[in-house]
């Protein structure tokens, strides 16, 4: 498992004591979305962020390419979905795609692909129910009640945990669509590994709620052993199979 730390060349706007995620979420209590990307983006690259979190957990896959030759993947993956606070006190942050954009590329990570997430689920250590809510869906303070409800479900079961909300996905389904600004989402799997959220880019881009997730990829990954750029991988119509199940060149980021 592998560690990152923020870039010193980001803006941190000016933001200088460390928040907690309960003190995130109060102070975002009558924040739009755009004022909760800001103030999360900020706080997350300033480095208020838990431990744990840090630590990059290996997924591992296989595929086997048309010339019916196997191939393997490694890749690297957060334990949770973003989260802001400190070791003691922290909480999931839903963002909008820009948002994770932004502190994907300046980790020099990526989103996951509906495959992924799958892979992911089927290889997480701590696989939870989902837990709809149905009222004030994009609110924060609804965000804020979705995840105390997971620490209650989680009960300190510690390891790469899924099941527990929508991903934030890159898919062609964003740039196919016939309207622009879309976001992809997919997962939320059941206890049986069935996911709730069908692969879906109905929404805005710049809808959020409480059900959805960020889970930050390296985006270097190692195929046959040899590090890749994932995007070169998308873009390799023999290997692509490794991270993808979409046909084409998956849409690449937000």
């Known amino acids: 498992m592998k560690e990152w730390t923020p870039d010193p060349g980001v803006n941190h706007q000016g933001l200088k004591e460390r928040m907690t995620g309960s003190g995130f979420y109060q102070q975002a209590l009558s924040y739009n979305w755009k004022q909760r990307d800001s103030l999360a983006t900020a706080l997350f690259l300033q480095g208020d962020v838990p431990d744990f979190f840090k630590r990059f957990v290996s997924i591992k896959g296989q595929y086997t390419d048309s010339l019916e030759q196997v191939h393997s993947i490694e890749y690297e993956v957060a334990p949770d979905y973003l989260s802001i606070g400190t070791n003691e006190d922290w909480a999931r942050v839903p963002l ?27 290889q997480s250590k701590v696989k939870l129910a989902p837990v709809p809510m149905y009222a004030f869906r994009d609110s924060t303070v609804t965000m804020w009640q979705h995840h105390l409800i997971i620490e209650g479900q989680r009960q300190g079961k510690k390891g790469l945990i899924a099941g527990i909300k929508k991903d934030v996905v890159i898919s062609n389904m964003v740039s196919q669509h016939p309207k622009q600004n879309r976001v992809a989402i997919y997962g939320w799997h059941l206890l049986n590994g069935k996911p709730i959220q069908p692969l879906y880019a109905g929404h805005v881009n710049w809808y959020v709620d409480y059900s959805h997730g960020i889970r930050l990829i390296k ?3 190692k195929v046959d052993g040899k590090k890749m750029d994932y995007k070169d991988l998308l873009r390799n119509p023999l290997l692509r199979g490794l991270l993808t199940n979409e046909a084409e060149p998956v849409f690449l980021n937000y």
């Open 96 to 122: 909008t795609p820009m948002a994770a954009q932004v502190i994907a590329d300046s980790l020099h990570c990526f989103l996951p692909t509906r495959k992924m997430v799958n892979e992911i689920y089927e």
């Open 219 to 221: 985006r270097t990954v």
